[in-house]
């Protein structure tokens, strides 16, 4: 499945940006992974979603991308995503409930039946959508189990190639969580952070950008540095395709949406590249078709026992 890298993060001509369109155009386009930084300015305004630093990009509360992510689950009744968030400031779990509870999220998060669950542990697509337990969420630090058992230890349930990357070759070596053994990564979801990034000074501050003029080849089907490229090395290294694909805007590549066909070819299906990318969003209600493709996909997945693979 296919993440977007800083999902919010949708400022034009802004540096700090990750992605052109919003939340709602990605997912229709087909994305299955939010990522993003979570910062705590202050008590009063509680979890706020800034690039590296709230005076550098702002795009406002959690609790209000999350309330529209809910509007999207609620149209979208076959749909599986995952959140992942990175808590900047480390603050206590605790702080999570109350953005994801007045959003409307808490029906929708799973909680697997363990932590550390390795890949036969977790349940099929069919099994989460019957449940109407779509959501799965991680965060990278200070996530607690016992006081918050739907907020996943990140790195207990998956590990990722090395972070921010700034080498076109794309090493696909696991770098979190720190010397973790072969075999115990051999059994656990893996994502590869396939987006390229570029080191500037900005505001007195080193940041690191998308390495945007790479676009092209970076998110391409094929090629060096390309992320098919990196799937491939992947697969023959691990002996499975990667789970997640991390990527910065995901509409650019050799053609419009290329990083879809990437996931379409790493799950042996097929993919029509008219479905991509970024058609304007006004509502989040599918079409008779959207919804008639989506109970075919559902019935589907309840005949195959289709397993998740995140």
Known sequence: MVVAHNSPFVVPRNAASNQVYPVLNQLEDGIRGLQFE????NATAGLHLC???CN?????????????VRGWLETHPYEVIAIMMG???????TTYIEPFQNAGMLS???TPPKPNAT???????AQMI????RVVVMLDYLANQTEVPWLLDEFSYQWQTPFSPTDPAFPCTEQRPTNQPDDVSRNKMYMVNHNLNIDVQLLGQSILIPAYTLLGEVNAVSGNSSLGRNVENCTAMWGRPPNWLLVDYYNFGNFNGSVFQVAADANGVSYDRQDCCGSPVTSAAPTDTQVHKLAIYVFAAILSGCTLML
């Open 130 to 133: 019957l449940l109407n337990k």
């Open 119 to 125: 890949l036969d542990d977790w349940p099929t697509l």
């Open 38 to 41: 979570t910062h705590y300015p």
């Open 51 to 53: 690039h590296t630093s």
């Open 87 to 93: 808590n900047d400031n480390r603050v206590p779990p």
């Open 56 to 68: 550098l990009l702002d795009v406002g509360t959690l609790e209000s991308y999350l309330t529209t």
């Open 108 to 110: 929708y998060l799973y």
